[in-house]
C-alpha cells in the first residue's frame, strides 16, 4: 500500500526533483524514508539554514525545485531565513515540514507551534497536508512554487498523514504551467512598439525574471541587433556574455558603478526594462530616471514595488515581446552614434581595475576570474567583497554567479556551491565569502567532506565586518562591534578532511587556484588581505 508520504515523494521526483536537504527528527522520519524510496538523495546538512540554500544551488544546476526537510518546532523556526531568502530572490523551494497531528495538537505543547502562521509572510502558499487530497495539494504546491515568479511554497505534514496507508488516487506526473507567451494588444503595447521603433539611444536593464525566464539567447540577439547596451542586476550578469562590448556589467549596490551608469542610462531616450525587479536594488535606483522618460516595462507580474516611473507595462514573457518589438523598428536605423556607452564599458573597466600595490581583494578576484575556467560558477557571500567581485567576475552565461541579491544574506555562498556542485558535476564552483560569514557556516565543511565534491572556497580575512565598518566609520560612529580576531582558517579546513592554505601574494594564489582544480576533495584560500582594504574599491 502507499502511504501519504509516498504520494509527497512521488510527485517531487515527478517535477524533477533528484534531491532533498535537512535535518531529520522523529516527525518526519517516514517522509525521509519516502523520499529515499521515490529517487530523491537525502543529504544530511549541519544547520536547515544551509539545506536551503544547497537546495537553492541544486536548482539553478538542473532546473528542479528545491526541497528542503525539516522537523517539528527548532526544525521550522532554524530556516526562516532561508526561507525569507527564497521568497526575495525568487527560488521555487518546496519546505516540508513534519508536525504533530492536530488532535495531538491540542493538549501536547513541547516543540510545538504554529508553522502556517510563522511561515505564511515569507512564503507564496503553506498548505496543511490532508489524507485524500494529497495529490491535488502537491500540484497546487508545485504549480505555485514554479508560477510568474517563483518562490517558496510550505507544506506541513502530520505524523498520521505521512505514515497512514491511503488508496488514494494520484497521478506520478507533474505537468508545469505554460508561461504567458504574448503581451495583449492594447495602447500600452502600441505605445511601446512606437517609442522602440523611433529610439536614438535605447538602453536595456534585465534581471532576475528574465533569467528565470531562460531568456538570455532572445536578450543577447535583440542587444546585437540593434546596438543596444545592456546593464543587469546582479542576478542577471550572464544574460549577455559579459565579455561584449555590449555588456555593461552587473548594477545594484556599487556606488562607483552607479555613477557611470546611472548618467548612461539617463541620457537614453527609451529605457528597456526586461524582466527587471528593483529587489535587487540600493536606494540609488529608487526614481534613478526622470518622471517623464520613455520607460517600457516588460513583467511576468503585476509590479507594485513602486521604484521608478514607466509609460508603457507589457504583462509577458521576456522573448515574445522583444520580436514584436524587432519587427517594428527599422533595421537599419542606427543606435547611439555617439559611442558612448562603449566610453562608459571602458570607464567601468579602469574604475575596477586590480590594486596598484599588487595585493588586495580586486587583484584576488581578478587573478581568480583568469585562472578559472570559463564555465566556472561563483557564488558570492554578502559584505563588501560580494559588491566587489560582482563588478570585476565576468560571466559569459547567466547563472555563474549566484548570491542572495535581494534578502542580502550572509552564510550562502558555501551553502550555494555545495548544492550547485553537486547536482550539476563537471562545472568547477568556488565560493567567495568574508571570514564572518565563513564563521556562520563552518560546520558545513564537514558535509563538504562526506559528500567529497571539489568546492573551491576562498575566503578574504580582515578580522572585521568590512561593508558595516565602512558605513559606520562613514557616518563618524565610534568602532564598535565590527571588529573580530583572527581565526586560522587553513587548520579548520585541514580538521575537516579538506586543504586550506594562507596566500598573500598573487603568485601563490595562482599556483594553489590551479591544484585546486586538479583536487578530489575541498580546498580553502584563505587570503589575508589589509583591513580598510575595501576603501574606494566599490
Known amino acids: 500500500m502507499t502511504t501519504g508520504a509516498d504520494i509527497i515523494a512521488g510527485k517531487l521526483h515527478a517535477a524533477g526533483c533528484r534531491y532533498a536537504f535537512g535535518i531529520p527528527g522523529g516527525e518526519v522520519l517516514a517522509l525521509m524514508q519516502s523520499l529515499d524510496q521515490a529517487g530523491l538523495e537525502f543529504v544530511l546538512v549541519k544547520h536547515e539554514n544551509a539545506g536551503g540554500f544547497m537546495a537553492e544551488g541544486g536548482w539553478h544546476a538542473d532546473g528542479a525545485p528545491g526541497v528542503l526537510l525539516a522537523t517539528l518546532g527548532p526544525g521550522a523556526a532554524n530556516a526562516v531565513n532561508v526561507i525569507a531568502n527564497a521568497w526575495q530572490d525568487r527560488v521555487p523551494l518546496i519546505f516540508l515540514t513534519g508536525c504533530v497531528d492536530h488532535g495531538e495538537a491540542e ?52 505524523i498520521k498523514v505521512a505514515e497512514t496507508e491511503t488508496d488514494e488516487r494520484w497521478t506520478r506526473t507533474f505537468q508545469s504551467a505554460p508561461v504567458a507567451t504574448a503581451p495583449v494588444a492594447g495602447p500600452d503595447l502600441e505605445t511601446a512598439l512606437e517609442l522602440f521603433a523611433n529610439a536614438e539611444r535605447p538602453i536595456a536593464i534585465a534581471g532576475v525574471d528574465a533569467v528565470n525566464e531562460n531568456a538570455s539567447m532572445a536578450i543577447s540577439d535583440f542587444c546585437q541587433r540593434f546596438n543596444i547596451p545592456l546593464v543587469t542586476s546582479y542576478k542577471g550578469k550572464g544574460l549577455l556574455d559579459e565579455n561584449h562590448p555590449l555588456a555593461l556589467g552587473g548594477a545594484g549596490l556599487s556606488p562607483k558603478a552607479d555613477g557611470h551608469l546611472l548618467p548612461l542610462i539617463n541620457e537614453s531616450d527609451c529605457i528597456l526594462l526586461l524582466g527587471y525587479d528593483p529587489i535587487e536594488m540600493r536606494i540609488n535606483w529608487r526614481n534613478p530616471w526622470d518622471a517623464d522618460a520613455s520607460v517600457i516595462d516588460i513583467t511576468p507580474v503585476l509590479r507594485t514595488h513602486g521604484m521608478h516611473s514607466v509609460t508603457a507595462t507589457l504583462r509577458s514573457a521576456v522573448e515574445p515581446v522583444l520580436k514584436l518589438l524587432t519587427e517594428a523598428r527599422d533595421p537599419e536605423k542606427p543606435s547611439w552614434q555617439n559611442d558612448e556607452p562603449v566610453r562608459i564599458r571602458r570607464e567601468l573597466v579602469q574604475a575596477f581595475e586590480p590594486e596598484a600595490s599588487g595585493w588586495g581583494p580586486g587583484t584576488v578576484f581578478h587573478t581568480l576570474r583568469q585562472i578559472m575556467p570559463a564555465d566556472t560558477v561563483a557564488t558570492a557571500d554578502s559584505g563588501a567583497h560580494r559588491i566587489l567581485v560582482s563588478q570585476i567576475w565576468r560571466c559569459p552565461m547567466p547563472r555563474q554567479m549566484l548570491q542572495s541579491s535581494a534578502l542580502c544574506t550572509m552564510g550562502c555562498a558555501v551553502p550555494l556551491a555545495m548544492g550547485h556542485r553537486l547536482v550539476d558535476g563537471p562545472s568547477p564552483v568556488i565560493a567567495f565569502v568574508g571570514d564572518a560569514g565563513l564563521e556562520m557556516c563552518l560546520g558545513e565543511l564537514s558535509t563538504l567532506r562526506d559528500l567529497k565534491i571539489p568546492v573551491i572556497i576562498c575566503v578574504l580575512v580582515d578580522t572585521s565586518l568590512a561593508l558595516i565598518e565602512l558605513k559606520q566609520r562613514g557616518s563618524q560612529r565610534p568602532n564598535v562591534g565590527v571588529d573580530f580576531g583572527e581565526t586560522d582558517f587553513p587548520a579548520v579546513a585541514k580538521a575537516y578532511g579538506g586543504h586550506g592554505v594562507w596566500i598573500e601574494n598573487t603568485d601563490d594564489l595562482r599556483q594553489e587556484a590551479e591544484d585546486a582544480l586538479k583536487r578530489d576533495g575541498f580546498t580553502l584560500l584563505a587570503c589575508r588581505i589589509s583591513r580598510r582594504a575595501y576603501d574606494g574599491t566599490f
Open 107 to 158: 493538549s501536547y505543547t513541547h516543540q510545538v507551534f504554529d508553522h502556517q502562521q510563522l511561515l505564511r509572510p515569507i512564503v507564496k502558499a503553506s498548505f496543511s497536508a490532508r489524507l485524500g487530497a494529497l495529490d491535488v495539494m502537491m500540484e497546487k504546491a508545485l504549480a505555485i512554487a514554479l508560477d510568474g515568479q517563483p518562490g517558496p511554497v510550505h507544506i506541513d505534514v502530520p
